[in-house]
């Protein structure tokens, strides 16, 4: 009888030990969700692999003239500084947008079919 009740208390012990577990896993799985659908969170994960498409792309250019990114970074930071000190950084950034945009057009625009 006394064997009986050691064990009962074991197992309701292991028991409230695993459920007490279980509890923890769901606050933590809780507070991962709420982590990842904060917006900085959402937004880092949008724009990390764009800009390190962007960085593969820039790459890819410069490669053929045996250059790399990160040696026109400083030149790049350099530029920038200069343009927001002269508050020309939005309409310098406006301006390239725009160019881009032409270039996209005209690369992509509809050409007459020679006859």
């Known amino acids: 009888m006394a064997d009986e009740a050691a064990t009962s208390t074991q197992r309701k012990a292991r028991l409230l030990r695993e459920s007490q577990m279980h509890r923890v896993g769901i606050v933590h799985a809780k507070a991962g969700i709420a982590q990842a659908l904060r917006l900085q969170t959402l937004l880092r994960g949008a724009l990390e692999p ?12 410069l490669a053929p003239f045996g250059m790399k990114p990160s040696s026109l970074l400083p030149l790049a930071t350099s530029a920038a500084a200069f343009l927001q000190r002269r508050r020309l950084l939005k309409p ?12 996209k057009y005209w690369r992509h625009r509809p050409r007459a079919v020679a006859a």
Do not use: E, S, Y
């Open 50 to 61: 764009a800009a390190g498409l962007v960085f593969n792309r820039i790459d890819a250019w």
């Open 92 to 103: 310098v950034l406006v301006l390239g947008m725009g160019a881009a945009l032409l270039g």
